[in-house]
Nanobody
Framework: QVQLVESGGGLVQPGGSLRLSCAASGRTFSGYNMGWFRQAPGKERGIVAAITASSGTAIYADSVKDRFTISRDNAKNTVYLQMNGLKPEDTAVYYC?????????????????WGQGTQVTVSS
């Protein structure tokens, strides 16, 4: 049974930073690609970033490129999302997800395992 537990969300002022963490358990973490998604009220869940199992490749949504960085520590079974230069439009529930395929997918449908989400609110 795969379990993903996010942490690190909260309220931050525009221009601020947060680091989200996602601790994984249940299967060999280093064997699977990981992703971060977000969902704002009234909007569909969309990709923020994803990273390959070996950390060799990462992809980002255009809206967060150059501001957010995804990374992982396979020894700690944890994936991170460093968020800098936060904007009010980054406000959403952020979800960690684990893929079962070998490609880096942007679609939520390609991630069978999900965390419960953590709220990020960017407001002054």
């Amino acid at each position: 049974q795969v379990q993903l537990v996010e942490s690190g969300g909260g309220l931050v002022q525009p221009g601020g930073s947060l680091r989200l963490s996602c601790a994984a358990s249940g299967r060999t973490f280093s064997g699977y690609n990981m992703g971060w998604f977000r969902q704002a009220p009234g909007k569909e869940r969309g990709i923020v970033a994803a990273i390959t199992a070996s950390s060799g490749t990462a992809i980002y949504a255009d809206s967060v490129k150059d501001r957010f960085t995804i990374s992982r520590d396979n020894a700690k079974n944890t994936v991170y999302l460093q968020m800098n230069g936060l904007k009010p439009e980054d406000t959403a529930v952020y979800y960690c997800a684990q893929s079962s395929g070998s490609l880096l997918y942007r679609s939520a449908g390609n991630y069978p395992y999900w965390g419960q989400g953590t709220q990020v609110t960017v407001s002054s």
